[in-house]
């Protein structure tokens, strides 16, 4: 876990989930790629934003609650 600023990159059990699933998304679209198709872009692009930004995301919320609480705490 990286601290950056008050925010940490954490990478949560649900996360894990939808890095998973778009990996598995990212090879069936490069495994049978029909670059012609506008549907085939939007769907890869779509497996790369789930990839990159979701799991950080649901991260961020969760450790945002966790600098919360730490600092009604103190």
């Known amino acids: 876990m990286k601290e950056v600023g008050y925010f940490r990159l954490t990478l949560t059990r649900w996360g894990t989930y939808y890095l998973l699933l778009s990996f598995f998304q990212q090879m069936a679209l490069l495994a049978w790629p029909n670059t012609t198709n506008p ?8 497996a790369l934003l789930m ?24």
């Open 39 to 46: 549907a085939w872009w939007a769907t890869m692009l779509g």
């Open 51 to 74: 990839a990159v930004a979701i799991p950080f995301a649901y991260g961020q919320q969760r450790s945002r609650k966790v600098f919360i609480q730490d600092a009604i705490k103190t």
